[in-house]
């Protein structure tokens, strides 16, 4: 029986060293470790508003798109990552809410606009608002303002996003 109490990494290093990377193997559990961390503190908020991931993403992007604020289906789900099935059905959850309307483009009546109502900019407005605030006191709590901005800058680096998002 193996000794479980060792870390991943660790358990790696013994039983598996001919895959072992020492620089690559830390990073990715490190980005895991971190993704998991925001997720968690993310769908505490999420939940409260009584929304899934998938309804936050929908409505946050619609509210930072440009005036009037409207984006078809296609537009929505090239910033997210989901199936143009997963997003009708996200797209019908948040329209039986009163969330979103949907309207006939007056171009091509394929096209249905995705607008967000008056009472889903007051909910996404208020959780994306929470979310910010335990997200930066969680930061904070760990990192210095010189650490995040190298840290963004870093991953934007390793991830090809160089001038994307990187800190002012």
Known sequence: M???RLEPIEMHRRYWPE???ELLLPLIAALHHADQWHRQRAEVIMAIHG???AEFDVLATLRRSPP???LTPSEIQRGMLITSGGLT???QQLESRGLITRTTSETDRRIKPVHLTL???QLIEKAMSELITVMRAAIESKLS???TNQLVILLNK???RIGHSTPS
């Open 2 to 4: 193996t000794d479980t």
């Open 119 to 121: 009472p889903a900019v």
């Open 145 to 147: 303002v010189k650490e």
């Open 158 to 160: 390793a991830s090809g």
């Open 68 to 70: 009037p604020g409207e």
């Open 51 to 53: 929304l899934t991931p």
């Open 89 to 91: 059905k996200v797209l």
């Open 19 to 21: 895959t072992f990377d």
